[in-house]
């Protein structure tokens, strides 16, 4: 069974920094084609945030966290991180991890492109 595992949320600062990890079990990441970020925050909708095609390393982000966060895997690990720097209180949500092992030309921005979801993990940014 294809498990994806959250971690690393927490409440910080304004200004501050977050490691979100996503272990992949049950089957290897790089079977996956497309991997990536999405959050929602409370009465809104879940929204993508960022994305990276396993096998190439290519990586594409919301214009809302463009420069500011960076999505990377680590292969032997079976992991994918998501670096979250310069938080604003607007990035509170809680953030999901998600997979699909379809190959999309367009990078997959909507959640019905996705397979598999993590149960999520909560991300609190303090003004």
């Known amino acids: 069974q294809v498990q994806l595992v959250e971690s690393g949320g927490g409440l910080v600062q304004a200004g501050g920094s977050l490691r979100l990890s996503c272990a992949a079990s049950?089957?290897?990441?790089?079977?996956?084609?497309?991997m990536g970020w999405f959050r929602q925050a409370p009465g809104k909708e879940r929204e993508f945030v960022a994305h990276?095609?396993?096998?190439?390393?290519?990586?594409y982000y919301s214009d809302s966290v463009k420069g500011r966060f960076t999505i990377s895997r680590d292969n032997g690990k079976n992991t994918v991180y998501l670096q979250m720097n310069s938080l604003k209180s607007e990035d509170t949500a809680v953030y999901y991890c998600?997979?699909?092992?379809?190959?999309?030309?367009?990078?997959?921005?909507?959640?019905?492109?996705?397979?598999?979801w993590g149960q999520g993990t909560q991300v609190t940014v303090s003004s």
């Open positions: 998600t997979a699909t092992y379809s190959v999309y030309r367009k990078t997959p921005v909507r959640n019905d492109q996705y397979d598999y």
């Open positions: 990276i095609v396993w096998s190439a390393g290519s990586t």
């Open positions: 049950g089957r290897t990441a790089s079977t996956y084609y497309h």
